[in-house]
């Protein structure tokens, strides 16, 4: 089996069926849905769409990342992806497109494919960077709903649960650093992320920027983390991350980025 969608779910309402017939409208047949329900009680499951492709599980957790967890325990595809109830695929054929892609690599099983992600919450395509480096780490990884990775790299590091809002974060790090899988840009939109989750409210920024601190040193040297530091100073980080989290200056700004990332694609 080619992949492996999984859906961590809890009292999701109607989001739950959203992301589902995305999924099941996608015209690649080979791949399995993982739906991990943390006990819902809201009906949702009750009311879940019903599929021979829908795998499901309710177990009780510790919260989203040991979810997660539980979940890769099920996996029996080559490739795992993980949709958040109200998060889509951008388009139907995205796991057609993305297979084509995992046909021409020579090692399958050390591989992280990413693409961009459109944000419902701005309107806008965020565009990944065709190329994961170092900076790219320390700055703004791919949407983790828009990467697919290869499943042994997701059975042999689990999520962290000490991280509570980076452990997809840490993983990633973990991936390049010490798992060296190679990183294969998809150059199309894998997914349509809601946004306004757990890790985005105001009372968990302080948090975030100290898990941040945490998992890159973690990584990363320290002479590529002053670099990295650096370059932020320099380049006005702050008012560039305002411009790009501004409804009214977020189209623009990503696409002036897109531009940029264009340029540097063979």
Same mark, same amino acid.
């Given at each position: 089996?080619?992949?492996?969608?999984?859906?961590?779910?809890?009292?999701p309402g109607e989001k739950l069926n959203q992301t589902l017939d995305s999924i099941l409208d996608q015209t690649f047949a080979d791949y399995e849905i993982i739906v991990k329900d943390g006990k819902s009680g809201d009906g949702s499951i009750e009311r879940m769409r019903r599929d021979r492709r829908i795998r499901f599980f309710s177990e009780e957790d510790r919260g989203i990342y040991d979810a997660m967890n539980q979940a890769v325990s099920h996996v029996q595809g080559d490739f795992v992806l993980f949709l958040n109830c109200g998060d %889509?695929?951008?388009?139907? +054929?995205?796991?057609?497109?993305?297979a084509?892609?995992?046909?021409?690599?020579?090692?399958?099983?050390?591989l992280v494919l990413y693409g961009d992600t459109y944000s419902e919450k701005s309107?806008?395509?965020?565009?990944?960077?065709?190329?994961?480096?170092?900076?790219?780490?320390?700055?703004?990884?791919?949407?983790?709903?828009s990467c697919f990775?290869?499943?042994?790299?997701? *059975?042999? +590091?689990?999520?962290?649960?000490?991280?509570?809002? *980076?452990?997809?974060?840490?993983?990633?790090?973990?991936?390049?650093?010490?798992a060296g899988a190679?990183?294969?840009?998809?150059?199309?939109?894998?997914?349509?992320?809601?946004?306004?989750?757990y890790s985005?409210?105001?009372?968990?920024? %302080?948090?975030?920027?100290?898990?941040?601190?945490?998992?890159?040193?973690?990584?990363m040297s320290g002479a590529?983390?002053?670099?990295? *530091?650096?370059?932020?100073?320099?380049?006005?980080?702050?008012?560039?991350?305002?411009?790009?989290e501004n409804q009214w200056s977020s189209g623009i700004y990503h696409w002036f980025k897109e531009q940029l990332y264009r340029r540097k694609l063979p």
């Amino acid at each position: 089996m080619k992949f492996s969608i999984i859906v961590v779910c809890l009292n999701p309402g109607e989001k739950l069926n959203q992301t589902l017939d995305s999924i099941l409208d996608q015209t690649f047949a080979d791949y399995e849905i993982i739906v991990k329900d943390g006990k819902s009680g809201d009906g949702s499951i009750e009311r879940m769409r019903r599929d021979r492709r829908i795998r499901f599980f309710s177990e009780e957790d510790r919260g989203i990342y040991d979810a997660m967890n539980q979940a890769v325990s099920h996996v029996q595809g080559d490739f795992v992806l993980f949709l958040n109830c109200g998060d %889509k695929f951008y388009h139907n +054929k995205v796991l057609e497109q993305t297979a084509a892609v995992i046909e021409r690599e020579e090692h399958p099983e050390n591989l992280v494919l990413y693409g961009d992600t459109y944000s419902e919450k701005s309107g806008v395509m965020i565009s990944s960077p065709p190329k994961i480096t170092g900076l790219v780490c320390y700055r703004n990884i791919p949407c983790h709903q828009s990467c697919f990775y290869a499943a042994r790299l997701c *059975r042999e +590091k689990p999520y962290e649960e000490s991280y509570r809002i *980076r452990a997809d974060y840490d993983h990633f790090l973990w991936c390049r650093y010490k798992a060296g899988a190679k990183m294969v840009y998809l150059n199309m939109p894998v997914s349509a992320y809601e946004g306004g989750g757990y890790s985005e409210s105001r009372e968990n920024q %302080k948090r975030d920027k100290e898990e941040h601190r945490q998992i890159t040193k973690k990584y990363m040297s320290g002479a590529e983390l002053f670099s990295c *530091r650096l370059f932020m100073l320099c380049t006005l980080a702050p008012l560039r991350r305002l411009l790009a989290e501004n409804q009214w200056s977020s189209g623009i700004y990503h696409w002036f980025k897109e531009q940029l990332y264009r340029r540097k694609l063979p």
